[in-house]
């Protein structure tokens, strides 16, 4: 049984920081506290506890059952006393010191960092953050696991426990290089015939080992198809790839309009209309009161206002 009247509380964000991280150098980081400090904090916990919470497996550090039966409760609970203490004060985005973690493609690698990075360093120079790649069906899990602050990523099915905010509405165009041989009699922004667009090869930005996007089920519905030679695993090496062949590439407008003119890309618009995509910011239940989460969310949604 563990006596609370003598219980450290502060061992609580270093349990914290272990469950989403696994990792004492990077709790250490965030919370300020060197890694000797961390590990110290960690003895401690296991003997409060009684349990060794986490258990080297290789070089990695897994959580028991215990310590993941602790994980929502520590979180909620850390929460709590971050929105009670804060509510008495001023929040100062200049005074903020911390890490913050985006789960999201290379799309927002491109149409927010810069931005956001701009913004957040002239209010918050104290700081920190870091985009990490999250996979669509993988990403509510992490989210959850507290591997991400929040995710930015097209709309799917979620736990009760995840909010989310739609984004905007995203669109598509194709992209081919400037001087591409059969495309010579079109203009930037031009509606691409039909039969071009089906009958040149494509690359595309795939996650799984389907040759197929959106377009192709526009496509079936139409009696068509187009020749997918190409798929890989983010818009920056569709572009690529069609800035240096003859291949098309088809990129989210906001994606494409930004990066065409360092590629050497034109742009065109697709031989048919296609739905638009719904884009969304998801982000924990229990941090929807964090005023620190709240700014964050914040700026995000306002660099990523619809155009």
Same mark, same amino acid.
């Given at each position: ?48 506890? &009684? /349990?060794? $919470? ?6 990695? =550090?897994?959580?028991?059952? #215990?310590?993941? %039966? ?118 930037? &922004? /031009?509606? $691409? ?6 009958? =040149?090869?494509?690359?595309? #930005?795939?996650? %799984? ?99």
């Amino acid at each position: 049984m563990v006596n609370f009247r003598a219980f450290d509380l502060n061992l609580l964000r270093v349990l914290d920081g272990m469950l989403a991280t696994r990792n004492t150098t990077r709790v250490g980081e965030a919370i300020g506290l060197s890694q000797p400090a961390v590990s110290s904090a960690l003895r401690r916990l296991r003997d409060s506890l &009684g /349990d060794p $919470l986490f258990v080297r497996e290789g070089n990695a =550090l897994v959580p028991t059952d #215990f310590a993941l %039966s602790l994980q929502e409760p520590v979180r909620s609970a850390l929460a709590s006393l971050e929105t009670a203490f804060s509510g008495g004060g001023a929040f100062d985005p200049a005074r903020l010191t911390r890490s913050f973690v985006i789960g999201a493609s290379d799309y927002f690698q491109e149409t927010l960092m810069p931005q956001l990075v701009a913004k957040v360093s002239a209010i918050s120079p104290n700081v920190r953050l870091k985009m990490l790649p999250a996979g669509i069906e993988e990403f509510p899990a992490m989210l959850t696991g507290g591997q991400f602050d929040m995710v930015l990523s097209i709309g799917v099915e979620t736990p009760d426990w995840i909010r989310k905010e739609r984004v905007f509405r995203a669109s598509n165009v194709v992209t081919a290089r400037r001087g591409h041989p059969l495309l010579g009699g079109l203009k930037w &922004g /031009d509606r $691409l015939p039909m039969d071009l667009f089906c009958g =040149l090869p494509h690359v595309i #930005f795939s996650a %799984s080992a389907d040759f197929a996007h959106f377009e192709d089920a526009e496509l079936a519905r139409m009696g068509r198809t187009r020749h997918v030679q190409v798929t890989v695993a983010g818009y920056h090496g569709v572009g690529r790839v069609a800035a240096q062949t003859d291949l098309l590439g088809v990129l989210p407008t906001r994606f494409a309009l930004s990066v065409a003119d360092h590629l050497g890309l034109d742009v065109f618009r697709l031989p048919f209309d296609e739905p638009l995509v719904e884009m969304f910011l998801y982000w924990r239940e229990r941090d929807t009161g964090s005023r620190d989460q709240r700014w964050l969310r914040e700026q995000v949604l306002g660099q990523l206002a619809p155009v």
